[in-house]
């Protein structure tokens, strides 16, 4: 094929340059109306009542509470969630067992479940409606409209993250280093360390950072298993909520600046990892389907 | 088939099946136990009470109409970002994935800000005697908001891997641009396009936050299904939140299976090619 090619490329199908430049028009202008106004005006309402109010909007003590909240929050749920990811990511793509597809299936639903159903899912496990409810509380344990439901919430909705950055890769690389590692006598651990976590890291780190931001910007979920209580259990989602419907719009935008700035920070750092080759193997958006591509494999 | 050598598999699946089983299986049992218990006539008449019905008719119309533009709006991005190299085009890729980077609280304030009668937007509008904020059509600005990155990632890595020489081939047989575009290339990005649609409206149908803000919450015109979930709970009303909340539930797990049936078709595919 590339024998008859001479020279000069023959135009593609869309090389058009009036037809060319007419689309990238298009789609330059709906997309900054549609998703870099919002990003814009977040900035410009946040200062809308001078800088003063948006500097005493982030020292005041609830906003205060509800960054400690978020961040506290995000340190206990995504290394918990990473453990986990790289655990289901070695078992289902270092064996095989039956069930490894049904096991995909479990690990992706939080992926499509309204955020509002799984609060109300949570509330009747740890609510005083749900199955352990009466129990807590005859303990004084809480769950429900303290840090523990947030944390779980929180754990639910990103519970696929990580594994499904890593689940294609490790699929992809296969398992002949592992296999040498360990026939030349080196400890599960030590094989995991050494030979696995290189060559997954990037990978790794891509799906913290995505499973970060989310955690960081739950709302529904959150929202259901909280109980907004100012100064207690308000994350920061939640507070710009408060300030929003308290009237105070400069107050609300100027919350909601800081959690603008952490998504572009995660933006950067997704390109930057993507660079690195990360979330670059080729999957589908449902994981689900690799470890069917990898059965029907003749 | 070989022995497999490596160690591990009673930690990691042991750890795997733990935490799926107490942070994903046990909280949807309870809503499905909770729900079932209501009985078939007090569940029925619950999840087809009037205001309900209209809240579903909302999320379904308004996730369609959503769905509707990024399918169009979405393969037009995917389509520039792949075939053409313009001032800019790396910044406009990475912003893609704003949607969901951006938490969607702050979304829905600031679009509700853009389209609200006083904002930027809704101000141009007002003038043409469209309004968006606190309407059904606000609904679906937040929901394709939302949503927009489905259709163009899963378009985007199909329409980079096509293989040149079968446009050329139309080409050399006399094909017009739009003939072959119908003919040879969408064909080709149909199974990407169908997932990432059914990725899209699952989404949109689930989609709290952003919609919130901007919906106006009116029940009958402009209440989600989700708000509805919500404030049945606000009242104490857990019953009816539970049986709302596990159509929710029966409609993401439809959707998921369509998702994966698609799937599955879309990777027959791309393997026989």
């Given at each position: 094929m590339?024998?008859i090619r001479t020279g000069r490329k023959p135009p593609r199908v869309?090389d058009?340059?009036?037809?060319?430049?007419?689309?990238?028009?298009?789609?330059?202008?709906?997309?900054?109306?549609?998703?870099?106004?919002?990003?814009?005006?977040?900035?410009?309402?946040?200062?809308?009542?001078?800088?003063?109010?948006?500097?005493?909007?982030?020292?005041?003590?609830?906003?205060?509470?509800?960054?400690?909240?978020?961040?506290?929050?995000?340190?206990?749920?995504?290394?918990?969630?990473?453990?986990?990811?790289?655990?289901?990511?070695?078992?289902?793509?270092?064996?095989?067992?039956?069930?490894?597809?049904?096991?995909?299936?479990?690990?992706?639903?939080?992926?499509?479940?309204?955020?509002?159903?799984?609060?109300?899912?949570?509330?009747?496990?740890?609510?005083?409606?749900?199955?352990?409810?009466?129990?807590?509380?005859?303990?004084?344990?809480?769950?429900?409209?303290?840090?523990?439901?947030?944390?779980?919430?929180?754990?639910?909705?990103?519970?696929?993250?990580?594994?499904?950055?890593?689940?294609?890769?490790?699929?992809?690389?296969?398992?002949?280093?592992?296999?040498?590692?360990?026939?030349?006598?080196?400890?599960?651990?030590?094989?995991?360390?050494?030979?696995?976590?290189?060559?997954?890291?990037?990978?790794?780190?891509?799906?913290?950072?995505?499973?970060?931001?989310?955690?960081?910007?739950?709302?529904?979920?959150?929202?259901?298993?909280?109980?907004?209580?100012?100064?207690?259990?308000?994350?920061?989602?939640?507070?710009?909520?408060?300030?929003?419907?308290?009237?105070?719009?400069?107050?609300?935008?100027?919350?909601?600046?800081?959690?603008?700035?952490?998504?572009?920070?995660?933006?950067?750092?997704?390109?930057?990892?993507?660079?690195?080759?990360?979330?670059?193997?080729?999957?589908?958006?449902?994981?689900?389907?690799?470890?069917?591509?990898?059965?029907?494999?003749? | 088939?070989?022995?497999?050598?490596?160690?591990?598999?009673?930690?990691?699946?042991?750890?795997?099946?733990?935490?799926?089983?107490?942070?994903?299986?046990?909280?949807?049992?309870?809503?499905?136990?909770?729900?079932?218990?209501?009985?078939?006539?007090?569940?029925?008449?619950?999840?087809?009470?009037?205001?309900?019905?209209?809240?579903?008719?909302?999320?379904?119309?308004?996730?369609?109409?959503?769905?509707?533009?990024?399918?169009?709006?979405?393969?037009?991005?995917?389509?520039?970002?792949?075939?053409?190299?313009?001032?800019?085009?790396?910044?406009?890729?990475?912003?893609?994935?704003?949607?969901?980077?951006?938490?969607?609280?702050?979304?829905?304030?600031?679009?509700?800000?853009?389209?609200?009668?006083?904002?930027?937007?809704?101000?141009?509008?007002?003038?043409?005697?469209?309004?968006?904020?606190?309407?059904?059509?606000?609904?679906?600005?937040?929901?394709?908001?939302?949503?927009?990155?489905?259709?163009?990632?899963?378009?985007?890595?199909?329409?980079?891997?096509?293989?040149p020489a079968?446009e050329e081939a139309a080409q050399s047989?006399?094909?017009?641009?739009?003939?072959?575009?119908?003919?040879?290339?969408?064909?080709?990005?149909?199974?990407?396009?169908?997932?990432?649609?059914?990725?899209?409206?699952?989404?949109?149908?689930?989609?709290?936050?952003?919609?919130?803000?901007?919906?106006?919450?009116?029940?009958?015109?402009?209440?989600?299904?989700?708000?509805?979930?919500?404030?049945?709970?606000?009242?104490?009303?857990?019953?009816?939140?539970?049986?709302?909340?596990?159509?929710?539930?029966?409609?993401?797990?439809?959707?998921?299976?369509?998702?994966?049936?698609?799937?599955?078709?879309?990777?027959?595919?791309?393997?026989?090619?």
């Open positions: 590339s024998a869309g058009n340059p009036l037809f060319r430049g007419l689309l990238i028009g298009i789609v330059l202008i709906v997309g900054a109306i549609l998703v870099l106004a919002p990003l814009i005006l977040i900035g410009f309402q946040a200062f809308s009542d001078g800088w003063r109010v948006y500097a005493s909007t982030l020292v005041h003590p609830d906003t205060r509470h509800a960054i400690l909240l978020t961040v506290i929050t995000a340190l206990i749920a995504v290394p918990i969630n990473t453990i986990f990811g790289i655990a289901a990511a070695w078992a289902i793509t270092k064996f095989d067992f039956p069930g490894r597809r049904f096991l995909l299936v479990l690990i992706e639903i939080p992926f499509s479940i309204s955020p509002i159903v799984a609060g109300v899912a949570y509330l009747f496990v740890y609510g005083l409606q749900g199955l352990f409810g009466p129990v807590l509380d005859t303990y004084e344990i809480k769950i429900l409209f303290a840090l523990p439901g947030i944390i779980l919430a929180s754990m639910f909705v990103t519970a696929p993250f990580v594994a499904r950055e890593l689940i294609p890769l490790m699929q992809a690389q296969g398992r002949d280093l592992e296999e040498a590692a360990t026939s030349l006598g080196a400890s599960g651990w030590r094989t995991f360390l050494t030979v696995t976590l290189p060559n997954i890291k990037w990978a790794l780190l891509y799906g913290v950072v995505l499973c970060n931001a989310r955690v960081m910007g739950e709302f529904g979920a959150v929202s259901v298993v909280s109980g907004n209580i100012r100064g207690q259990t308000n994350t920061l989602p939640l507070h710009i909520e408060l300030l929003y419907h308290d009237y105070q719009a400069a107050g609300a935008f100027a919350s909601a600046s800081i959690l603008a700035i952490l998504a572009v920070i995660t933006i950067i750092a997704k390109v930057a990892l993507e660079r690195q080759g990360a979330g670059r193997v080729p999957r589908p958006a449902l994981v689900t389907q690799v470890a069917v591509a990898s059965e029907t494999k003749p | 088939m070989k022995r497999n050598v490596l160690p591990g598999l009673p930690l990691s699946l042991g750890v795997t099946l733990f935490y799926v089983g107490l942070i994903v299986v046990l909280p949807l049992a309870a809503l499905a136990f909770k729900a079932a218990s209501l009985g078939p006539s007090d569940y029925w008449a619950i999840i087809s009470s009037p205001r309900a019905v209209a809240s579903y008719r909302v999320t379904v119309l308004c996730a369609l109409g959503a769905t509707v533009f990024n399918l169009v709006f979405g393969l037009a991005l995917a389509w520039v970002l792949t075939r053409y190299r313009f001032p800019g085009w790396r910044f406009v890729d990475a912003m893609v994935d704003l949607p969901f980077a951006l938490p969607t609280a702050v979304a829905g304030i600031s679009l509700t800000a853009l389209f609200a009668s006083n904002g930027w937007f809704g101000s141009v509008l007002a003038d043409f005697g469209i309004k968006v904020a606190y309407t059904p059509l606000g609904i679906m600005v937040a929901m394709a908001f939302t949503s927009l990155p489905f259709i163009v990632r899963t378009v985007q890595p199909v329409l980079e891997d096509l293989d079968l047989l006399g094909g017009s641009d739009w003939t072959i575009f119908r003919k040879v290339i969408l064909p080709l990005l149909t199974p990407a396009i169908l997932a990432g649609l059914s990725l899209s409206f699952a989404r949109s149908l689930g989609e709290f936050g952003a919609i919130i803000f901007i919906a106006g919450n009116q029940p009958m015109s402009t209440e989600i299904t989700a708000l509805l979930v919500f404030i049945r709970l606000e009242e104490y009303d857990y019953q009816a939140a539970a049986a709302i909340a596990s159509v929710l539930l029966i409609t993401a797990f439809v959707m998921l299976a369509v998702t994966n049936i698609l799937q599955a078709r879309a990777l027959r595919y791309t393997v026989r090619s």
